[in-house]
């Protein structure tokens, strides 16, 4: 859950994004750049309906963060599908997939807007759904490419976490 950050100055107001890196804050207009924020290498500075926040990435997790309301329909489509699917086919290889992929949908039908916070096993469960939904309607391959790039990139950082 992402924790919106209170002004340094006067410790009221929430900050707002000015432009790339640069932040004032709302009540006071106090500005702020990313380096006035330090944040610890499971944190990410992210901008959540308008505000800046701080969100907690746990180790092998990743954040996805869509840039239009359509891409969460679009990952739930390809993930009701492979649910469909799965009744009669062998589409998800490991036991407790199919609860991930149900559990998955409902988060993309509460939250289309993100950012979303996802673990390994959900990225390997999403990526397997759009595997499904490009072999079997490869039209709609080409509806979000870059969007489906970014999360089969994601999937490829889970499984290979930084060195400590």
């Given at each position: ?21 640069t932040y004032r804050c709302r009540s006071?207009g106090s500005p702020a750049t990313e ?130």
């Open positions: 859950m992402p924790v919106p950050i209170l002004c340094h100055v006067c410790h009221d107001g929430r900050y707002r994004p000015e432009g790339p890196g006071c380096s006035t924020f330090p944040v610890q290498s499971d944190e990410r500075l992210i901008v959540h309906a308008g505000v800046l926040q701080i969100l907690t990435v746990p180790e092998g997790h990743q954040v996805i963060t869509p840039d239009r309301r359509c891409q969460a329909p679009h990952l739930g489509a390809s993930l009701s599908l492979a649910l469909r699917v799965s009744r009669t086919h062998p589409v998800f290889r490991q036991a407790g997939d199919v609860s991930t992929a149900e559990e998955l949908l409902s988060l993309l039908d509460a939250d289309e807007r993100g950012p979303w916070v996802l673990s390994p096993a959900q990225l390997r469960v999403l990526t397997r759904a759009m595997d499904v939904r490009n072999a079997l309607l490869p039209s709609s391959a080409r509806q979000h490419p870059d969007f489906d790039a970014d999360i089969r990139a994601a999937h490829a950082r889970s499984r290979h976490p930084r060195a400590t």
